[in-house]
């Protein structure tokens, strides 16, 4: 709209009429303002009250109904019949499908390791254990091992390695034959499972963390609160015989020691040292074979490897302690008694038996003493009828 | 309980002291070891091979070589010369070697059930069982060896793993290890006694600040105050103390409205004043629950853990140091 134009089109209305409009809203506006001012305050106010009522309402009500989280009960059923779903799924359809041929499956290493009939330059090539180090690394005492250099890597002779790893597998089994005490040392991470898996097969000791200085060459001390039991040829507990004589029994040697990482464990070795234990380790390119006794030149620091290594001379173990206890079945005991164990204590039980049966049998008491500890082998229980036979069976009294 | 920095006679009163076996198992060390300290070995193990037993070589079966050949001991080796009985010794546990058997058996065995189990389904994270796992000291107590915190934390780890597989399908195994590492008492299940207005229309509630302690009861009344026995003035001579003592109620506007008797010892004046504020607060939210975020708000339902800092070797005071003398 042109505003010089306005009073033309309108005339006097339109100049005289918004001023009065105006003048009087002006007058009438401000009363309603003040008003509505004031109305609008007390409806902030209640409302402000309100709030406030309502947020402690809230907060009352909020820690009184707080309950803490707790299991979902309604899905526990549903979970466990997923599970068996899952489980009856997998058992019909696992075999379904082609066959793998030949494939690494790490777990196999060490739930079904090799046998030492087992090892070949394959399986000695396909875990890695021709690798060594880089060839400024090495320890010249191992040329005999290295086959060659490879992009700057020693690699070493894998039929040198099977050699090697099958005497000291026949090392091991003699020793597990002869009733020694087997200790498999495998300190970097990773090891713990085959080291506990050999030791368990070859009936020895596992180490798998930080061997502690000492323990051989002050075991009195280190090894007070370990407990050792007394067995017989059959691998029975007989500690009971022996309550006394363990008491005061000094700590145990192992009769053979396994060092799956002899670097980092030079302690250990030089004690085994000091006592004429022998060693059996993995002596990679950088390692000083002169530490063991009988070094398997291999690749320490692959895992596949080492479990290779360690499940085979944890299976020559088992066979070992499996034919001592075929010829301890026969009678043979292939392994000397320690020096000063003797014979056990007969129990109190035993002792007042044997003296009533003195006096009942052989009243000059002339009978052998030992003949009451004989009569725990099942021999003397066969050749002579004894009180603890009787005892046993109610039925013959 | 190695204990190897003390001296021989210390050390066996303290493994037979700490020790939870009985006292026969733990092997007499004191007398015994004195004399060997000087030796690692004996004479007969400081010769390599073994000495020639000459009747081997009469037994010996010409067919069977090496080591195959066994030495016959015992009672079929023939009546000709006494028969040694047969026994050897053998570590209880594979972990012999590991100074710490037991430790290393109950780790194992917890790690084999976490690999065997490892497939089971894991309830939702979150919504596992709270469970309060046996402290170190407690562990330490019943194995008797001597577990860092760092190697008993690997236990509790495994644990809490095998405590996320799903309740329905947990087996029985997983449940008697987890039973073995819980505490006694379950403190997750701990509720908190709420006070109670007695026969007489009283609410007792008790507070501590500093080392003191006290105990406060309320009565609808007219907002008379006695602390041991004396007015709130006499008992307190500072203003601010006064006022800390029937905070809980000013706060709240319920001065008139209620008549306190209280008791508070040891600690000073403000341990005291402000040990009654806590008192007094817990007792008003007995007779009114619905005060406690005014309460809360107003700091007399919260306790102050802050103590007497204690004084260090080097230091005059617990952090005060000797004045710096030039020579």
Same mark, same amino acid.
């Given at each position: ?42 409806? =902030? ?22 309950? #803490? ?24 359809? $696992? ?17 079904? %390791? %090799? ?9 000695? *090539? ?21 086959? $060659? ?107 053979? /020691? ?9 302690? *250990?070795?030089?004690?085994? $040292?000091?006592?004429?234990? +022998?060693?059996?380790? /993995? ?11 009988? +070094?398997? #030149? ?18 020559? $173990? ?27 204590? #007969? ?15 052989? %009243? ?14 099942? =021999?003397?229980?066969?050749?002579? %009828?004894? #009180? ?10 | ?9 210390? &050390? ?11 006292? @026969? ?72 070697? @590991? ?61 809490? &793993? ?20 819980? &505490? ?9 006694? @709420? ?81 009654? @504020? ?31 800092? &204690? ?17």
């Amino acid at each position: 709209m042109i505003l010089r134009n306005v009073a033309i089109r309108h005339g006097r209305k339109a100049l005289s009429a918004p001023l009065r409009k105006s003048f009087l809203r002006t007058l009438t506006n401000d009363t309603i303002s003040a008003e509505t001012h004031s109305v609008e305050r007390s409806i =902030e106010n209640q409302l402000k009250q309100t709030h406030s009522i309502e947020a402690n309402i809230n907060q009352l009500h909020l820690t009184d109904s707080f309950v #803490p989280p707790t299991l979902a009960s309604e899905a526990s059923e549903a979970v466990l019949s997923n599970h068996e779903h899952k489980r009856h799924l997998k058992k019909r359809t $696992g075999k379904l499908g082609s066959v793998v041929e030949k494939h690494y499956e790490p777990q196999q290493l060490v739930l079904n %390791p %090799p046998r030492p009939e087992d090892v070949t330059l394959e399986l000695l *090539m396909a875990s890695q254990s021709h690798l060594g180090h880089a060839t400024s690394l090495w320890n010249p005492a191992n040329q005999r091992y290295i086959f $060659g250099i490879r992009q700057g890597v020693h690699i070493i002779s894998l039929e040198e390695t099977a050699a090697h790893l099958r005497r000291a597998a026949k090392v091991v089994e003699g020793v597990a034959y002869h009733g020694g005490l087997i200790l498999f040392v495998g300190t970097r991470a990773g090891q713990t499972s085959c080291v506990v898996k050999a030791a368990e097969m070859a009936k020895g000791c596992h180490l798998f963390e930080k061997w502690i200085p000492g323990s051989i060459t002050n075991g009195d001390q280190i090894l007070v609160k370990c407990n050792i039991k007394v067995v017989d040829k059959d691998d029975v507990d007989i500690s009971s015989g022996y309550t006394k004589k363990l008491e005061e029994w000094k700590a145990l040697k192992p009769d053979l /020691v396994v060092c799956l990482n002899p670097l980092e464990n030079y302690i *250990m070795l030089h004690e085994c $040292g000091l006592n004429n234990i +022998p060693t059996i380790g /993995v002596i990679d390119t950088d390692a000083d074979p002169t530490w063991v006794t009988y +070094p398997i #030149p291999a690749n320490d620091d692959s895992l596949r490897c080492v479990q290779v290594i360690a499940g085979v001379l944890g299976r020559a $173990g088992q066979s070992g302690q499996a034919k001592r206890l075929e010829a301890a079945a026969k009678g043979q005991v292939t392994w000397q008694p320690p020096e000063g164990l003797g014979s056990p204590e #007969p129990d109190k039980k035993t002792q007042r038996e044997a003296s009533e049966t003195n006096s009942l049998i052989d %009243p000059r008491g002339t009978l052998d003493p030992r003949m009451s500890l004989n009569a725990l082998t099942p =021999e003397a229980q066969i050749a002579k %009828p004894n #009180p603890i036979i009787r005892e046993e069976i109610p039925g013959e009294l | 309980m190695k204990g190897s920095w003390l001296p021989i006679s210390l &050390r066996e009163t303290l493994q037979c002291a700490y020790s939870p076996r009985p006292l @026969t198992s733990c092997r007499q060390q004191a007398l015994n070891i004195r004399p060997r300290q000087f030796t690692t070995a004996s004479r007969k193990q400081a010769i390599a091979a073994p000495e020639i037993n000459f009747r081997d070589r009469r037994d010996r079966d010409p067919g069977r070589g090496g080591w195959e050949r066994e030495r016959e001991i015992g009672y079929q080796g023939g009546g000709e010369e006494q028969s040694a009985f047969v026994a050897r010794l053998l570590p209880v546990s594979p972990s012999y070697f @590991t100074a710490q058997p037991l430790f290393t058996d109950d780790f194992l065995v917890l790690q084999n059930l976490m690999t065997k189990h490892s497939g089971l389904p894991c309830v939702k994270p979150g919504e596992h069982p709270r469970v309060a796992w046996r402290s170190l000291s407690e562990y330490r107590d019943r194995v008797g060896e001597t577990v860092k915190a760092a190697k008993y934390h690997k236990i509790v780890e495994i644990l809490v &793993r095998l405590n996320k597989i799903h309740p329905s399908v947990r087996p029985e195994e997983v449940q008697t290890a987890l039973d073995q590492y819980k &505490r006694n008492i379950d403190p997750f299940k701990n509720e908190q006694k @709420t006070a109670q207005v007695d026969s007489l229309g009283r609410t007792l509630g008790a507070g501590r600040r500093k080392s003191a302690t006290a105990r406060a009861w309320l009565v609808e009344g007219t907002g008379e105050v006695l602390v041991n026995g004396k007015s709130l003035a006499d008992a307190f001579g500072r203003v601010h103390d006064r006022e800390s003592v029937i905070w809980a109620l000013k706060a709240t506007n319920r001065i008139d409205k209620y008549n306190v008797w209280a008791l508070s010892m040891g600690g000073g004046t403000t341990g005291q004043a402000e040990a009654l @504020t806590l008192a007094v607060g817990k007792a008003l939210m007995a007779h009114e629950p619905a005060l406690k975020p005014a309460l809360r708000r107003a700091g007399c339902l919260t306790r102050d853990p802050k103590r007497v800092e &204690r004084k260090k070797p080097g230091h005059v005071k617990a952090r005060k140091m000797p004045a710096w003398v030039k020579r």
